[in-house]
C-alpha cells in the first residue's frame, strides 16, 4: 500500500433542487390543470349564459389544488396512464388486461 492510497476523497452528492423539477404552476396548481379549469368553465357559461357559472371556478381550483397537494405531476401521471395503459374491450370477461398486439 503506497502512501494517500487510504485518503480518497468520497465523491460530493449535491441534492437535486425540488424546484428545478417542479411543473409550471399557477396559483399553487400545475399550469396546465389551471387552463383545463379555465377553458371548462369557458365552456359551461358559453352554453348556461349565466354569469355566476364563473364562480364554479373556486370549488374546481380547490379541488385541484387538494389532489395535486402531496405529487404536483399527477395531472401528469394520470394522462400517461390513461395513453398507454388503456383497458381492453373484453378484460371483464378474461379477468384481466392484454398489453400485446
Not at 49 to 78: C, E, G, Q, W
Amino acid at each position: 500500500m503506497g502512501a494517500g492510497e487510504g485518503d480518497q476523497e468520497k465523491p460530493q452528492a449535491v441534492p437535486l433542487v425540488l424546484g428545478l423539477t417542479r411543473p409550471r404552476m399557477l396559483w399553487g396548481i400545475p399550469w396546465g390543470l389551471f387552463v383545463a379549469e379555465i377553458v371548462l368553465v369557458l365552456m359551461i357559461f358559453l352554453n348556461t349564459k349565466n354569469l355566476l357559472m364563473f364562480l364554479l371556478i373556486l370549488p374546481m381550483h380547490a379541488a385541484s389544488y387538494v389532489l395535486t397537494i402531496k405529487d404536483v405531476r399527477l395531472v401528469d401521471i394520470i394522462r400517461v396512464r390513461l395513453s398507454k395503459c388503456a383497458g381492453t374491450r373484453n378484460g371483464r370477461f378474461w379477468g384481466g388486461n392484454s398489453y400485446t398486439h
